[in-house]
Nanobody, 124 residues
Framework: VQLQASGGGLVQAGGSLRLSCAAS????????MGWFRQAPGKEREFVAA????????YYADSVKGRFTISRDNAKNMVYLQMNSLKPEDTAVYYC??????????????????WGQGTQVTVSS
C-alpha cells in the first residue's frame, strides 16, 4: 500500500485548503483512513478519521466544525476539507490507513501505512 498526500500550501488565517490522499491497493475500500498532523517540536496528533464506507467520521475537538473528512472508494481517495484555518493548524499533514478491524480510530499506533506528508502553513 502506498499513500500520496497532496494539497498543502500557504494560506491566510480564515482561508481554506483541501488535502487529498491517493491510495494504491485493491482493498482501500475496506479500511479506516485517518489524517494526522505534526507541528515542529510536537508529537503527531489525530485530526480526523473515516470508516470504510464513509458512514462514520471522527474529528479532534480542535478541528470539529471546521474540517471535513470524506472518501471516494471508487477512486481510492480520501480528502480533508479545511475551512476557517488558524495559525495553530500549521503542521505537516499525513494520511494513514488502518488495515485492521478495530474500534479505535485516533491512535497513531493502529495505522500501519502512512503517506509522506504535505505542509500546511497558515499565516496570521
Amino acid at each position: 500500500v502506498q499513500l500520496q498526500a497532496s494539497g498543502g500550501g500557504l494560506v491566510q488565517a480564515g482561508g481554506s485548503l483541501r488535502l487529498s490522499c491517493a491510495a494504491s491497493g485493491r482493498t482501500f475500500a475496506m479500511w479506516t483512513m485517518g489524517w494526522f498532523r505534526q507541528a515542529p517540536g510536537k508529537e503527531r496528533e489525530f485530526v480526523a478519521a473515516i470508516r470504510w464506507n464513509g458512514g462514520t467520521k471522527y474529528y479532534a475537538d480542535s478541528v470539529k466544525g471546521r474540517f471535513t473528512i470524506s472518501r471516494d472508494n471508487a477512486k481510492n481517495m480520501v480528502y480533508l476539507q479545511m475551512n476557517s484555518l488558524k495559525p495553530e493548524d500549521t503542521a505537516v499533514y499525513y494520511c494513514a490507513q488502518d488495515p485492521y478491524v478495530s474500534s479505535r480510530y485516533s491512535s497513531t499506533n493502529q495505522y500501519v501505512y502512512w503517506g509522506q506528508g504535505t505542509q500546511v502553513t497558515v499565516s496570521s
